[in-house]
């Protein structure tokens, strides 16, 4: 059992108090009943005698309990401790949800974190109870759960669209973790499946998540910086294709009365488990506001900025390698100059897709960045140079990013390319393994909404202050971009008392704002054959 999130008493309360924000964080496993359950379980609480905590359900799984069938804890949110957790167990629980096992085996995951199988496995066993295997049993039970529930597929393509080898195992495992067949599981999904009608192998679920959600900035965020083709947003809603292991797919994510949707059209349905996890990463949907709200709300200066947009998130990467070359692209030029420059590299080197919903190509290759990325790129020749040799090591796999990096070597190899200062290496470690402890000193929008909050503006004094928000200091960032959108106040005239309350920020004027504006976001650092006239973007 793993004690690193609370101690016993602390999560005994929790499931008294049958507390929603602790879902996902841990299990509950009553010795008496044989079953395990989300915290906030309706189910009447069991004596503390009776209970064991668990921090996953593959370990409960492997003590040889089964799912409560009311609470369903598969459904839970994800854990945030494996976005705080820099070390092997939470690697390789990212790397876990994002397929590695199934398309590597054990000792590709053990490669990736530098260790032999054996070890590994041992690893996990005493951090987390259960081993890679049981963990990656337990990601395919979650994943024939939501097949289950969010589609009319037969059961045998679910079966192997989840990743089981056979119908047989499927079977044996949904009776096992649930307590029920795959049928009468499908049969309790009430209004969460797909609607009649829907078009035939459509996926349409609802991620969980942990409220407060905001949405609107969060929208807003992906609209301003949407490359025409690849993506299209709008107020309450984004969609955009992706080149998965299966093949192509199209996704989108929508507000839907306080949750979030996930509509998918896949060329392979065994790609779902891995677009889920990007997804959730990309929409931070793991993260857990209240906590961090909490923390950030005990500073004078971020007060006010937190109650006015709860349950803010740090947006993350659909795809690691396309988030550098965004990154790399977006250097010392405006928002709009940066997407700008995506479209035409993605109209000239995109593959073509079918159209669906204003999407039409995916982002480009890195090989075809590699090679032709010099004769599309624009500004210039150093920094062109920096792109194309940043796709070319990706395209040979001499470099690869992913959300199981250790995020202080992956900072130490981009900083080691040519090009890649401090801003860029850690703006890409902050969206790609979700680090949620970033600050952007040398960025200027995060200094111009440090100015208006009251903190800190130049480089090193934000650097202190930002200490103190530790381990939340990405969303610290979030909050310093959000309020150097903000118009300033008059000089000399501070706001009457009997003013009138300014509107809220809405997703639309946050857009607006966003797109006129386009506040600089520099590398300071940069060399200066990389600068040109414009300043500043955050891809």
């Known amino acids: 059992m793993d004690d690193t999130l609370t101690g016993f008493d602390e999560r005994y309360r929790a499931i008294h108090a049958r507390d929603a924000r602790f879902d996902g964080q841990f299990v509950t496993a009553v010795r008496t009943t044989g079953i395990y ?36 804890p598969e459904a839970a949110p994800g854990s945030p401790a494996w976005d705080l957790r820099g070390d092997t167990a939470g690697r390789a629980m990212r790397l876990i949800a994002d397929g590695v096992i199934e398309r590597e085996g054990v000792p590709g995951l053990a490669a990736r974190l530098g260790y032999s199988s054996r070890h590994l496995s041992r690893l996990l066993a005493t951090e987390l109870g259960a081993g890679p295997l049981a963990l990656a049993r337990a990601h395919r039970a979650h994943t024939a759960r939501m097949l289950l529930v969010g589609t009319d597929l037969p059961a045998s393509d679910v079966a192997f669209s989840a990743g089981f080898a056979s119908v047989r195992q499927f079977n044996d495992t949904v009776r096992e973790v649930f307590g029920m067949s795959p049928s009468a599981l499908r049969a309790r999904r009430g209004a969460a499946g797909t609607g009649p009608g829907a078009e035939p192998g459509a996926i349409d679920l609802v991620l969980p998540m942990r409220a407060p959600f905001d949405a609107d900035g969060l929208f807003a965020w992906m609209a301003v910086r949407a490359v025409a083709g690849v993506e299209t947003a709008t107020a309450t809603s984004f969609a955009r294709t992706l080149a998965l292991p299966g093949g192509p797919a199209w996704f989108r994510l929508r507000a839907d009365r306080g949750r979030v949707r996930l509509e998918a059209r896949l060329t392979r349905l065994g790609d779902l488990p891995v677009l889920v996890a990007r997804a959730r990463r990309l929409f931070d949907l793991d993260a857990d506001p209240v906590a961090i709200d909490e923390a950030l709300s005990r500073h004078p200066e971020l007060a006010a900025a937190v109650a006015g947009t709860p349950g803010m998130r740090v947006p993350g990467a659909a795809d690691p390698h396309e988030m550098l070359v965004r990154a790399m692209v977006g250097q010392q030029i405006s928002v709009a100059a940066a997407r700008t420059a995506l479209v035409r590299l993605t109209e000239a080197l995109g593959e073509r897709v079918a159209e669906h919903e204003g999407t039409d190509r995916l982002f480009p290759t890195m090989a075809a960045i590699a090679e032709h990325g010099a004769d599309v790129l624009r500004g210039p020749a150093a920094r062109i140079r920096a792109i194309t040799g940043a796709a070319a090591l990706m395209a040979t796999g001499e470099l690869s990013l992913s959300p199981g990096d250790d995020a202080a070597d992956q900072r130490a190899r981009l900083l080691a390319l040519p090009g890649i200062g401090p801003w860029t290496a850690d ?39 930002a200490a103190r928000t530790a381990p939340w200091r990405s969303y610290l960032t979030a909050h310093l971009w959000r309020a150097a959108l903000q118009p300033p106040p008059p000089p000399s005239q501070p706001p009457s008392p009997a003013a009138a309350p300014a509107a809220p920020a809405t997703a639309v004027g946050i857009q607006a704002a966003a797109a006129a504006a386009a506040p600089p976001t520099p590398e300071s650092d940069a060399p200066p054959e990389f600068r040109q006239p414009h300043r500043g973007a955050r891809p």
């Open 427 to 465: 703006y890409v470690r902050m969206r790609v393994t979700g680090d949620p402890d970033v600050v952007l000193p040398g960025d200027v929008a995060a200094r111009a909404g440090a100015a208006r909050l009251g903190i800190p503006a130049d480089a090193a004094g934000l650097t202190a202050w």
């Open 37 to 72: 359950c989300r915290p906030s379980c309706p189910a009447r609480t069991p004596k503390p005698g009776n209970v064991e905590f668990y921090a996953t359900s593959a370990a409960a799984h492997e003590a040889g309990y089964r799912a409560c069938k009311r609470c369903l």
